[in-house]
């Protein structure tokens, strides 16, 4: 339970409380933005309304995409506050900064391992793979 040493249980539960609510707050926007997926066929008018219907529904799927990833992060998060490894590098198994933590709740590496990761990516075609299809998806269709 080293990560707990570097954060304390006080802070544990004020990460929690805000997993939480982001959590709360995105499945909740989730069922708005479902929603608003159906397409009107009033709206249909012409070629011109039919494109901007197009591109309007693939933003909010983008978004919807976005906030899957983001609910799996803030899963994992939760997951390792309950198991004590909350604030450990995935990497190196030292404490990550506090300070990160609070910019990046959901941060699994410290900034010296980011930022060899970082430096990784650039050097090869991992660089070049979309951030936002996810680790495991990006490997399996690279």
């Not at 802070?11 to 909740?28: W, Y």
């Amino acid at each position: 339970q080293r990560g707990v040493r570097a954060v304390r249980k006080d802070q544990l539960k004020k990460f929690k409380k805000i997993f939480e609510a982001q959590k709360n707050a995105i499945l909740f926007n989730n069922r708005v933005v479902r929603e608003d997926f159906s397409v009107n066929s009033d709206d249909r008018f012409d070629e011109l309304d039919q494109a901007t219907t197009d591109i309007e529904q693939s933003m909010r799927m983008r978004l919807c995409n976005r906030e899957v990833l983001y609910i799996k992060k803030v899963d994992e998060a939760l997951k390792r506050i309950e198991d004590g490894n909350f604030g450990l590098c995935l990497e190196c198994n030292e404490d990550i900064e506090f300070r990160r933590l609070e910019a990046r709740p959901t941060a699994t590496l410290c900034v010296s391992c980011k930022e060899d990761q970082e430096r990784r990516e650039v050097l090869t075609a991992a660089g070049r793979l979309h951030k936002s299809l996810g680790e495991t998806f990006s490997r399996r269709f690279a």
